[in-house]
């Protein structure tokens, strides 16, 4: 079936570092790739997605690109920031006949030190 | 913009009562998702609804029952209340078409 697998957190790193946070799937078909963030004591937030390989989702500093050849949609953040502390949360849309719904990674949880 | 729209924000109940949450979908959303999100835990689906038909069905328990109603608003029952079901249950709305779930601020329910 369809999974999603996270590297695991907690991520520690100091202010203005570099960011990646690994995600790879398995799925059948051409799945919708997510990631979301869910800021401490807070609901889920859509941070980006890509609906088709090679199609590149960015917002706010961050980026992933579907990788089809190797079924992954790493994040990346060229400088975190202390605000940027939450966990996030990797999936993919697995669609079987008219039933839609989202796969999830376990999340990684990401800590900024200022 | 108009978000989801969840209540109560937080609950608080004893073993074997009932509670009921609410969720109101994004305006011209007709998809709506439900997730329970257990301390730590990636969100677990439930149950969703498309026009006021199930349209699929996760790990719901037989305890709980959902609905969803002319105005799109979809309501979570549930009954026999368990220490397990302490959790956070988030409600996700999307337009049929379109495959992006917008998420609301949850219910936090704490069963004492």
């Known amino acids: 079936g369809n999974s999603v697998t996270q590297m695991e957190g907690p991520v520690t790193l100091s202010e203005e570092a570099f960011l990646t946070i690994n995600c790879t799937y398995t799925?059948?078909?051409?799945?919708?790739l997510f990631w979301y963030v869910q800021y401490p004591g807070e609901g889920l937030q859509l941070l980006l997605k890509?609906?088709?390989a090679d199609d590149k989702g960015s917002n706010k500093g961050f980026e992933a690109t579907y990788r089809k050849e190797t079924t992954s949609f790493h994040l990346e953040k060229g400088s975190v920031q202390v605000s940027d502390s939450a966990v996030y949360f990797c999936?993919?849309?697995?669609?079987?006949?008219?039933?839609?719904?989202?796969?999830w990674g376990l999340g990684t949880s990401l800590a900024v030190n200022p | 913009a108009a978000g989801v729209i969840q209540s109560p924000r937080h609950l608080i109940k004893e073993k074997r009562e009932t509670a009921t949450l609410k969720c109101y979908p994004i305006?011209?959303?007709?998809?709506v998702y439900w997730y329970q999100q257990g301390p730590g835990q990636d969100p677990q689906f439930l149950i969703s609804?498309?026009?006021?038909?199930?349209?699929d069905k996760g790990s719901i328990p037989d305890r709980f029952s959902a609905q969803q109603f002319s105005d799109y608003h979809s309501e979570l029952n549930m009954s026999s209340l368990e220490l397990g079901d302490s959790a956070l249950y988030f409600c996700?709305?999307?337009?049929?078409?379109?495959?992006?779930?917008?998420f609301g601020p949850g219910t936090r329910l704490l069963v004492l």
């Open positions: 996700a709305s999307s337009l049929e078409g379109w495959e992006t779930q917008y």
């Open positions: 305006p011209r959303h007709d998809t």
């Open positions: 609804f498309y026009e006021k038909m199930q349209s």
């Open positions: 799925a059948t078909g051409y799945p919708s």
């Open positions: 890509a609906t088709k």
């Open positions: 999936a993919l849309n697995s669609q079987a006949g008219n039933n839609r719904k989202l796969i």
